[in-house]
T-cell receptor
Framework: GQNIDQPTEMTATEGAIVQINCTYQTSGFNGLFWYQQHAGEAPTFLSYNVLDGLEEKGRFSSFLSRSKGYSYLLLKELQMKDSASYLC??????????WGAGTKLIIKP | GAVVSQHPSWVICKSGTSVKIECRSL??????MFWYRQFPKQSLMLMATSNEGSKATYEQGVEKDKFLINHASLTLSTLTVTSAHPEDSSFYICSARVREREQFFGPGTRLTVL
């Protein structure tokens, strides 16, 4: 079957760094997306990895290891507005996104 | 990035009525659009895949007669919730696929059925 595993909730301090891990099992693999979703809003695109390694984009970086079925999202210099849910979504062999429940990130001053 | 709009943003209706939600790709053509439903604190659940000019493909457990999807043009897909009941109250989100991989999401429609 297809499965996504992320921590349910994480707490971090403003200005700090946090790493959100994701392990996945899918039928085929065509890359992995990270989305940010604020409460009551639709997801917004953060990053896409299809090859192994680290992709850096400003304060956010995403890492992928296809052999391990593992990815992480790294958020630096945390701001209060980063409080949101972060969704790891691999793309399966049919190019469909597979969604987990996401990780709720709480930023404290 | 590509822009996807949804209308209405929120709707409140009485039980038994039908509600239509529109999803538009504003600055690109989308041959494939997706409809999702999300209950509070739960993951996005794919309801159906909508391809322009053909019938939608529904996920297992989604009633095609209750959730009518029409993708009449390359920029518009509609979801009609027929004979809505309180258990249909949810956050409905559409997305449009630009290329094989990229999906852009609409802002979502919050449906409350009284």
């Amino acid at each position: 079957g297809q499965n996504i595993d992320q921590p349910t909730e994480m707490t971090a301090t403003e200005g700090a760094i946090v790493q959100i891990n994701c392990t996945y099992q899918t039928s085929g693999f065509n890359g992995l997306f990270w989305y940010q979703q604020h409460a009551g809003e639709a997801p917004t695109f953060l990053s896409y990895n299809v090859l192994d390694g680290l992709e850096e984009k400003g304060r956010f970086s995403s890492f992928l290891s296809r052999s391990k079925g593992y990815s992480y999202l790294l958020l630096k210099e945390l701001q209060m507005k980063d409080s949101a849910s972060y969704l790891c979504a691999p793309l399966d062999s049919n190019y469909q996104l597979i969604w987990g429940a996401g990780t709720k990130l709480i930023i404290k001053p | 990035g590509a822009v996807v709009s949804q209308h209405p943003s929120w709707v409140i209706c009485k039980s038994g009525t039908s509600v239509k939600i529109e999803c538009r790709s504003l600055d690109f053509q989308a041959t494939t659009m997706f409809w999702y439903r999300q209950f509070p604190k739960q993951s996005l659940m794919l309801m159906a895949t909508s391809n322009e000019g053909s019938k939608a493909t529904y996920e297992q457990g989604v009633e095609k007669d209750k959730f009518l999807i029409n993708h009449a043009s390359l920029t518009l897909s509609t979801l009609t919730v027929t004979s809505a009941h309180p258990e249909d109250s949810s956050f409905y989100i559409c997305s449009a696929r630009v290329r094989e991989r990229e999906q852009f999401f609409g802002p979502g429609t919050r449906l409350t059925v009284l």
